[in-house]
């Protein structure tokens, strides 16, 4: 089993309620942080798990429709944090980057991609089948900004489908394992977008990628649910509901294990502090 080395980063925030994210709690603004991950494989080098916002959001969202997200979604990014430029300060060009695995095309996870001119792209071919024709306000509903997405994408990219999947993880169901070495198994937690992947790595306490299966450790840790009305920017809350049990359950199981969802404030932090 070969090991990597996680760091967890992030690329600008956008502001959300805390009665969205946990439903039933006192109104309050808070960050809800565009995190992604750096991983470093011993023999296939940099990679990363999404790509956090980059400026090109702005101009992306420019005009309608989708300024409709910008507005909905007020989002704050600045340069000097985007993923390429925070790498570039520990010493990773962009150029170094060689893979890049996508949870699922929200903008929030996929604004930076066009900054990685090596890199490989990974992600679910579910996902990427079900937004790759939408344009205009059917892209929007899917939290979709076509022009994010890299010009040479489809030619760049290894699909994934789970019908190729080998390896059986407890609670989490079948998983890939991405470079058949057990580094990062890639598993499935449909609902918060349709084909979303998660990641398990063998980091020294291991580390468990969830993305949008939960937003904040809350929802995991005691299945406190978000509001109902966030239902109407998912792809399926049954499926959603699935997804959290399982994260739930397999953090019973393994609570040494770390567990980060993708903008939860409190975990990002823990994590900052702990280094
Ligand atoms: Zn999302």
């Known amino acids: 089993m070969t090991k990597v080395k996680f760091n967890l980063l992030s690329a600008g925030y956008c502001e959300a309620n805390r009665s969205h994210a946990l439903r039933k709690s006192s ?43 910008a507005k909905i979604t007020k989002v704050f990014i600045d340069e000097k944090d985007e993923a390429k430029n925070i790498l570039k300060k520990k010493g990773i060009h962009p150029s170094d980057i060689k893979f890049i695995i996508i949870s699922h095309f929200h903008a929030d996870h996929i604004a930076g991609l066009r900054d990685f001119p090596n890199a490989e792209f990974i992600c679910s071919n579910v996902a990427y089948q079900d937004v790759k024709n939408r344009k205009g306000i059917s892209a929007l509903k899917r939290g ?45 937690l449909e609902g918060h977008a349709k084909g979303q992947i998660g990641a398990l790595l063998n980091t ?63 975990t990002l932090k823990e994590l900052t502090y702990s280094k």
Request: glycine share 2%; net charge negative; proline share 5%.
């Open 144 to 188: 979709f900004v076509p022009s994010l997405m890299p010009d040479d994408f489809e030619s760049r990219t290894k699909f994934l489908s789970f019908d190729d999947a080998t390896k059986e993880v407890d609670y989490l169901g079948k998983t890939i394992d991405l470079f058949k070495d057990e580094s990062i198994l890639i598993c499935q």
């Open 27 to 69: 109104s309050k603004t808070i960050k809800f942080y565009a995190t992604y991950a750096h991983i470093e494989h011993p023999v296939f080098g940099h990679i990363l798990f999404d790509s956090g916002y980059a400026s090109r959001f702005y101009e992306a969202t420019k005009n309608y429709p989708f300024k409709i997200y």
């Open 204 to 266: 020294d306490k291991k580390t468990f990628l969830i993305s949008d299966a939960a937003w904040l450790k809350q929802n995991y840790i005691d299945l406190h649910l978000p509001n109902p009305i966030v239902r109407l920017f998912f792809d399926s809350w049954s499926n959603f509901k699935t997804s959290l049990y399982k994260v739930h359950n397999y953090h019973k199981a393994h609570p040494e294990t770390q567990i980060i969802p993708c903008h939860c404030e409190e």
